[in-house]
């Protein structure tokens, strides 16, 4: 996070949730497992004090449904805050919670002590996954609570996962799809991993799951960040923050790397790519311009983009380069034989 703009989180694991997704151990995800209190605001704040002085900070309430807590609660972790944007130590709060727990008495709250940014959970916009996936909401609830969230003048985050059960690359294509219409502020994009002690890992292993693999993630998110994009909706994170605790065996299968987007954005290349080369003749000997910040990503890790690409198209040679093209295009020089 750069001097700009750090983000403080406080995690309130499963706080508010009403409801067992089952996906969800917020415990395993975030490595908390104590509630958060007017105590965690102050620590998080003290070790705050060591980043370099003139960064916009803003304080995040992560990892529960903060507005399905009782409002006693909200309150007291909220009034913890002010203090700290009184003397403008913290520029704003920021906090994610359920579309369903959304109303405009609880926005004016928010308002009142400070929030700036609304992260709203909407994992996907089939009603069939979200029912498959314990989430107790439906793709309605997201489109309400989106609007009352922009109309109150919020920041608009929305989160959205690939992979879970009954989804499809299409279905989950058509989520982002559904989710630019909304018009948010950003995007998080978290394919989904299989997380000890869930409901999803009973269901992986007895069969009844197929696990949403790297492989997977990327070959869907190749097609859902591109669609952002041209929305110019900003795609703020792919993938779960890895944890100490998820490294260590948390994360027992499904989309967890620790440099997923990076796999992603080589993979889009990596699909321009071959559609460049498509009509290339057989045996020919091609360098491949990209922009010199994307040169390591049209190779791909290993070089396997390369390799790929030079056995699809039957290519005698093929190489990557920097080339004075924008980011994100890629131009073709031909060798002769």
């Not at 990892?63 to 913290?90: K, N």
């Not at 020919?284 to 922009?291: A, D, E, F, Q, T």
Request: charged share 25%; glycine share 8%; hydrophobic share 45%.
């Amino acid at each position: 996070m750069s001097a700009r703009a750090s983000i403080l989180p406080v995690f309130v694991p499963h706080l508010g949730c009403p409801h067992g997704c089952v996906f969800c151990n917020q415990r395993h995800i975030t490595g908390e497992r104590e509630p958060a209190t007017a105590r965690t605001v102050e620590q998080v704040m003290q070790q705050a004090a060591a980043l370099p002085s003139g960064a916009k900070r803003q304080l995040a309430f992560y990892g529960g449904s903060f507005t399905a807590i009782p409002a006693a609660q909200q309150e007291e972790l909220l009034a913890a805050a002010q203090p700290y944007l009184a003397r403008g130590e913290l520029s704003s709060l920021r906090l994610s919670t359920r579309p369903d727990a959304v109303d405009g008495e609880m926005l004016a709250r928010l308002r009142r002590y400070g929030v700036e940014t609304i992260e709203l959970g909407a994992q996907s916009m089939d009603d069939r996954v979200l029912t498959l996936s314990g989430r107790g909401h439906t793709a309605a609830d997201v489109e309400r609570a989106a609007r009352l969230v922009k109309e109150a003048g919020f920041e608009l985050i929305l989160q959205m996962m690939t992979g879970l059960p009954g989804s499809s690359d299409e279905s989950d294509a058509e989520t982002a799809r559904r989710l630019a219409a909304l018009h948010p502020d950003g995007v998080r994009i978290y394919p989904t991993v299989i997380v000890r002690d869930t409901a999803l890992c009973a269901l992986w292993r007895a069969g009844e799951y197929r696990e949403h693999s790297v492989e997977d993630a990327v070959r869907v998110c190749a097609r859902i960040l591109p669609l952002f994009e041209a929305a110019e909706i900003p795609v703020i994170r792919l993938g779960l923050n890895p944890t100490e605790e998820l490294s260590a065996g948390a994360a027992v299968g499904g989309a967890y790397h620790p440099a997923l987007g990076e796999l992603v954005r080589s993979r889009i290349l990596r699909n321009k790519a071959e559609a460049l080369l498509a009509d290339v003749k057989p045996g020919s000997r091609v360098i491949l311009g990209v922009n010199a910040r994307e040169l390591s990503q049209m190779i791909g890790q290993h070089r396997a983009n390369l390799v790929w690409l030079k056995e699809r198209c039957a290519l005698a040679e093929l190489s990557a380069r920097p080339a004075n093209v924008k980011t994100g295009e890629i131009c073709c020089f031909f060798l002769e034989k």
